[in-house]
């Protein structure tokens, strides 16, 4: 089979066209047709000039597409290629149209020289490690009865009061609350207004019975503390109100805050129950509940991110302890990866470059870029066979040195 990729502009010099033209595969890949007002939101945040299309012949038949963003990692943050967009009409799949997309998308990257890192939200969860992703962050799906939402551990402090705000006009005060918790935990991409309007867009026919999103935010005498967006869907089918209480974002800056949060989403009157499918896989509500067994949690794979240029990835977060390897990197996808890589550094940052020296250890680029957000641990992939170690001990001390708390969380599917 023989087809071309070419920049969406290029066949659509206008932007609403170009749009309409690159939703036109996503619909035919994804088999679903968003509502019009919810394609408001995603032409808000779409970057078509980064966007690319397969054709055979006059037909398209494939999509990508790149959101530029700016993702929290272990001490600061770094320029993140948000691959988005990925889709192959059902004529044309497992014929090298995603292979040959991904491949231009990512040395498109490279010769950008902007973005060191790549991250994607995966529809499948075995596509991506083909093309050098790995799980770099795990999310919470948890729903928990009311009955069972007894919390008499957590922390209170009374002096907090709560606040409903209309989600559209809430970005004043829940935009130093997310900041704040980007600040120390990796994965959270930097949020702008256009992203705002995006995680609020609420479009009647996408809430399946549900009520208009809210937010409530929990207030002290020095600001925000933290927020929760969330919807309630009535149930009467059982003679007696049985709704739940769905939580789209929950953020807090303190235990007390989240304590609080959590506490008024159990307190909400006609609901039995709180669930939540993409909560921080270290949420404490976890340890808060005096009968976690009645929770009903699956913690499943959530961010995956690959280093593009993996020398600038690795020096631009930070180590939780002192760290002088160096590491042999198998990179199939992105020759420039491939070889052994001397990295040196600690709690104040890292240099990375090639050397001649003899490995301590030997991993693909997937493996590498699993760990690079410190949530997923090099020793769990040694112990799946993913890893060789040539110098013992070598893999207990990378492990310690790029692991990092709090655990690393996408707040939104981009």
Known sequence: MTFELRPVLADRADEAEAFDLLHKVDVSAFGDEPEPESLKADRLVAELDRAVLAWDGDQPVGSIGVYSLDMSVPG???????????????????RGVMSAMMNERHQAIYDAEQEPVAALWASQSPIYARYGYGVASRHLSAKIERRHGAMSRAPIDPSLRLLM???????????PVYDQVRAQRPGMPAMNTSWHTWCVQDVKADREGASKLKTVVVDSADGPLGYARYAVKHAWDKGYADGNVQIRQLVATTPASGAALWRHLFSLDLFERAAGWNLPSDDPIQTWLDEPRHAQNQVSDALYVRLIRLDEALQQRTYSADLDVVIDVRDPWAAWNTGRWHLSGGTEG???ARTTRSADVALDISALSAIYMGSTSLGELFAAGWVDEHSPGSVRKISQAFSHSPAAWSPFVF
């Not at 705000?165 to 935009?175: G, S």
């Open 165 to 175: 705000v209309e989600p559209a006009d809430d970005a004043e005060l829940t935009q």
């Open 76 to 94: 600061g943050s770094v320029k993140t290629a948000g691959v988005t967009w990925v889709g192959v009409v059902p004529t044309h799949r497992r």
């Open 350 to 352: 890292a240099k990375c």
